[in-house]
């Protein structure tokens, strides 16, 4: 999917949300798989404001180690293979 294709099913799923966070999956400079990295996006169908986030997004997609948004098909793999594995690391990060 691109970039602009994945922002408008995130508007879509939204569903009138005028605003969101969108996460991305990126390594760190250790080669350590990092979840959670979000960003805030205006999310409308309005041509300007599509526009701008989209750029917004394409930003973080030039960033070293950035892997894949959340949203993406990819995202959503990796999401529902690695569940288990991201629950415990949730509720280790809970308890410090």
């Not at 990796?78 to 308890?95: D, P, V, Y």
Request: net charge positive.
């Amino acid at each position: 999917m691109t970039t602009r294709e994945i922002y408008f099913k995130i508007v879509y799923e939204a569903d009138g949300l005028p605003q969101g966070l969108i996460g991305y999956v990126y390594k760190d400079t250790k080669g350590v798989i990092q979840i959670g990295a979000n960003i805030c996006l205006e999310l409308r169908t309005n041509k300007e404001v599509a526009k701008k986030s989209i750029n917004k997004m394409k930003e973080i997609e030039k960033t070293h180690g950035f892997m894949f948004w959340v949203n993406s098909p990819e995202g959503e793999e990796f999401i529902t293979k690695n569940s288990k594995e991201i629950g415990i690391a949730l509720m280790n990060e809970l308890r410090i």
